[in-house]
């Protein structure tokens, strides 16, 4: 399965924990085991060298497993095999290792630990993990789900583009709805031409313009006409077609319209000028909305995977 190894990193805060409710509704769906972490700061005495043998250090160990043994049993977690662990270290580079040495397929996380909220779209961990791994990632920015905690998502919006891999995160949402009472919404986005000048377009410019966008919602509209028939009656699906220079800035725009439980996008590590860029996602996307985003790094590998398993 391609999140066979979730991980949730957590520092023992309520908006760590937010992070909980998804981990679940992804290992459900996808069988998978998730590993819940805890990492405290490097024990020091009183000459500044590391002492991961004091007794303080010990009871703050002791008190963090069985934090996270508390989690186990969560209703959060109901179904899930769970398995806990603490180290020490800087978190950012302790949960990157981490992510590496265990081969984790997931990192799903709050926003926000401990230090609480910012102004800020993530803190400073979460920032350097997700600048530093190529795993998907699925961060939540502190907005309470109202649904039932074990319960599964109730909307799930998919950004296309048209691409093989952004087609990835409609296979992920279609198994996520285990019950088939999930409604999977798809924006797709047509790009704008980009037509560069140092004065206004011309009036047939601006014509031609309009019939390339034009040309392009037809095809997006037969496109999305061959999705639906390809997931089947199983599935309520919701198509909507926007047409947008900026595409990032529009999915924005529509998550806070629409709100769905869950958004899923498949991004890459190319130039952030494209627009579907990890680094887009990062410091635009998630600056704009407060629902969960999925993002889909190494989508192509997501999607082998899925069709290994046959999901």
């Not at 799930?156 to 087609?167: K, N, R």
């Not at 285990?178 to 980009?194: C, F, K, T, Y």
């Not at 390339?212 to 909507?240: M, T």
């Not at 190319?270 to 627009?275: E, H, N, R």
């Amino acid at each position: 399965m391609p999140f066979s190894r979730i991980l949730v990193p957590l520092d023992g805060s309520e908006f760590a924990e937010q992070a909980l409710v998804h981990a679940g509704r992804m290992a459900r769906a996808f069988s998978s085991r998730v590993f819940l972490l805890r990492v405290l700061h490097e024990p020091k005495d009183a000459q500044g060298e590391h002492s991961a043998e004091s007794v303080d250090w010990r009871l703050r160990k002791a008190e963090a497993l069985r934090y996270l043994r508390g989690l186990v049993g969560d209703e959060r977690l109901s179904g899930v095999e769970v398995e806990s662990e603490v180290l020490d270290g800087r978190p950012a580079d302790v949960v990157t290792q981490f992510i590496a040495q265990r081969d984790i397929r997931l990192v799903v996380l709050s926003a926000w630990g401990a230090g609480g909220a910012s102004e800020l779209p993530y803190g400073g961990t979460v920032h350097k993990v997700l600048a530093n791994t190529r795993i998907p990632y699925l961060i939540v920015r502190g907005r309470s789900d109202p649904a039932t905690p074990g319960g599964d998502y109730r909307r799930v919006m998919v950004a296309l583009d048209g691409t093989q891999t952004a087609e990835v995160g409609l296979h992920v949402a279609s198994a996520l709805d285990r019950s088939g009472d999930m409604a999977i919404e798809l924006l797709h986005l047509v790009s704008e031409p980009v037509m560069p000048r140092r004065r206004p377009l011309t009036r047939r410019e601006e014509e031609l313009k309009s019939e390339v966008v034009e040309c392009n919602r037809r095809v997006a509209a037969g496109y999305l006409e061959e999705l639906r028939d390809r997931l089947g009656s199983r599935h309520a699906i919701h198509a909507r077609l926007e047409a947008s220079a900026r595409p990032i800035q529009t999915i924005a725009e529509v998550c806070l319209a629409e709100r769905p439980d869950l958004l899923i996008l498949a991004v890459h590590n190319g130039d952030a000028a494209s627009g579907w860029s990890s680094e887009a996602v990062r410091q635009v996307l998630l600056g704009r909305v407060d629902i969960p985003v999925l993002a889909l790094q190494d989508g192509m590998r997501v999607g082998e995977a899925l069709a290994r398993s046959g999901a």
